[in-house]
């Protein structure tokens, strides 16, 4: 009796024991992530600590924002963070600084949401040959910028993969001459959704190099020196893809093939003569579809014969008056032969082009459904 009775006690102290620390624990880590009281920033430093609310990325009350420049040491930087340990910081920015390098162990024990760097020159972004980047956040980090800071293609950025929470990775104006096939990867694929590499020196990309990113929204690949770009480099999902003020003479047949996610393509300031039907028949009839050639070299020929046969003409004939639907918008000019030199793009006709039978009217009273079948076969 006295026996089984002490059992049931010493099972009830136990429970209680676990009971309790357990509660400790939950405290703690609630406590390990209170939001920083911006008191403790003294003003007149490097640093200002500010509250935002409801803010375009972030629709969360008492954001705590930490704004850093002229940050001359690492030492410096981690005196400044002290009072932000054990804490949250929604937003960290730098700016205008000399760390040298990036520590993998700075945010070690602050849960940040954003970090946001700039004209801040890094020899890397790691610590040690093994260690991962920004460790501590890898459930936390949603956004990470790293602009004008002098990277190159030799940066191990395959060392981001465990950042399983990154959705908006901005490397633009670097030094990056190459995209390689390793970098995005691991579970940043299933995370990211705006990757932006503009105004680096990007002259190759390797086969696969954004593939595996399923959940890409955003690729801005402007301002740089890509030459060819191939549909095997590109996820499926792009929304937006800005290919503007490269040096694309061609665009690769079937580059848009099953992009039914499609909705912006930016190719101003390339070397493009004509829009080929082969590359745009993917895509063409999404009536969501922007299109933007500015900028380019395009001779207005018979190539665009295609092109002019969605273009409306006049007529007093009912046959004729049914026009396709409108399917995309077009944004560009000619430039060549000289008759046709700053005409839009929408408004060249089957007459100007001398297209003949190519625009006969049988294919043009078949309607949208023609249209679409011919020039959208994935579109369905």
């Given at each position: 009796?006295?026996?089984?009775?002490?059992?049931?006690?010493?099972?009830?102290?136990?429970g209680?024991s676990?009971l309790l620390?357990l509660v400790?624990?939950?405290?703690?880590?609630?406590?390990h992530?209170?939001?920083?009281?911006?008191a403790?920033?003294?003003?007149?430093?490097?640093?200002?600590?500010?509250?935002h609310?409801?803010?375009?990325?972030?629709?969360?009350?008492?954001?705590v924002?930490?704004?850093c420049?002229?940050?001359?040491s690492?030492?410096?930087l981690?005196g400044?963070?002290?009072?932000?340990?054990?804490?949250r910081?929604?937003?960290?920015?730098?700016?205008?600084?000399?760390?040298?390098?990036?520590?993998?162990?700075?945010?070690?024990?602050v849960?940040v949401?954003?970090?946001h760097?700039?004209?801040?020159?890094?020899?890397?972004?790691?610590q040690?040959?093994?260690?991962d980047?920004?460790?501590?956040?890898?459930?936390?980090l949603?956004?990470l910028?790293?602009?004008?800071?002098?990277?190159?293609?030799?940066?191990?950025?395959?060392r981001?993969?465990h950042l399983?929470?990154?959705e908006?990775?901005?490397?633009?104006f670097?030094q990056?001459?190459?995209?390689?096939?390793?970098?995005f990867?691991?579970q940043?694929?299933?995370?990211?959704?705006s990757?932006?590499l503009?105004?680096?020196?990007?002259?190759?990309?390797?086969?696969?190099?954004?593939?595996?990113?399923?959940?890409?929204?955003?690729?801005?690949?402007?301002?740089?020196?890509?030459?060819?770009?191939?549909?095997?480099?590109?996820?499926?999902?792009?929304?937006?893809?800005?290919l503007?003020?490269?040096?694309?003479?061609?665009?690769s047949?079937?580059?848009?093939d099953?992009?039914?996610?499609?909705?912006?393509?930016?190719?101003?300031g390339?070397?493009?003569t004509?829009?080929?039907?082969?590359?745009?028949a993917?895509?063409?009839?999404n009536p969501?579809?922007g299109?933007e050639v500015?900028?380019n070299?395009?001779?207005?020929?018979?190539r665009?014969?295609?092109?002019?046969?969605?273009?409306?003409?006049?007529?007093?004939?009912?046959?004729?008056q049914?026009?396709?639907?409108?399917?995309r918008?077009?944004?560009?000019?000619?430039?060549?032969?000289?008759?046709m030199?700053?005409?839009?793009?929408?408004?060249?006709d089957?007459?100007?082009l001398?297209c003949?039978?190519?625009?006969?009217?049988a294919?043009r009273?078949?309607?949208?459904?023609?249209l679409?079948?011919?020039?959208?076969?994935?579109?369905?």
């Amino acid at each position: 009796m006295f026996l089984s009775h002490h059992k049931r006690s010493t099972r009830g102290r136990d429970g209680a024991s676990v009971l309790l620390a357990l509660v400790s624990v939950v405290s703690g880590v609630t406590a390990h992530w209170l939001s920083l009281d911006c008191a403790k920033f003294a003003p007149g430093g490097p640093c200002n600590c500010t509250v935002h609310d409801r803010t375009p990325n972030n629709q969360s009350r008492n954001q705590v924002w930490i704004t850093c420049s002229n940050v001359t040491s690492l030492e410096e930087l981690g005196g400044i963070l002290a009072p932000a340990r054990h804490h949250r910081v929604d937003k960290f920015q730098l700016g205008v600084s000399t760390l040298g390098h990036l520590p993998s162990n700075l945010f070690l024990d602050v849960r940040v949401s954003e970090v946001h760097l700039w004209d801040t020159p890094l020899a890397s972004f790691v610590q040690g040959d093994s260690d991962d980047a920004l460790l501590g956040l890898q459930d936390t980090l949603r956004s990470l910028a790293l602009r004008r800071c002098a990277l190159n293609s030799s940066q191990p950025f395959h060392r981001m993969g465990h950042l399983r929470a990154l959705e908006m990775l901005d490397l633009s104006f670097n030094q990056l001459t190459t995209v390689r096939a390793s970098w995005f990867k691991a579970q940043l694929s299933g995370s990211l959704r705006s990757l932006l590499l503009r105004g680096n020196r990007i002259n190759r990309i390797e086969n696969g190099a954004f593939a595996m990113l399923y959940r890409l929204f955003q690729l801005d690949l402007s301002q740089n020196n890509i030459a060819n770009i191939e549909r095997s480099m590109l996820p499926d999902t792009l929304f937006f893809l800005d290919l503007s003020d490269n040096r694309l003479s061609v665009l690769s047949p079937l580059l848009f093939d099953k992009m039914t996610s499609l909705r912006r393509v930016y190719l101003n300031g390339n070397r493009l003569t004509t829009l080929d039907r082969a590359v745009w028949a993917a895509v063409w009839s999404n009536p969501k579809l922007g299109v933007e050639v500015h900028g380019n070299p395009v001779v207005c020929d018979r190539r665009l014969c295609w092109l002019a046969r969605l273009v409306p003409r006049e007529c007093h004939s009912r046959d004729c008056q049914r026009s396709p639907a409108d399917y995309r918008q077009l944004d560009g000019r000619c430039n060549a032969p000289p008759t046709m030199a700053g005409r839009h793009l929408t408004h060249v006709d089957c007459d100007s082009l001398v297209c003949g039978t190519a625009c006969d009217s049988a294919a043009r009273r078949a309607g949208d459904e023609y249209l679409a079948n011919e020039l959208s076969p994935f579109w369905r």
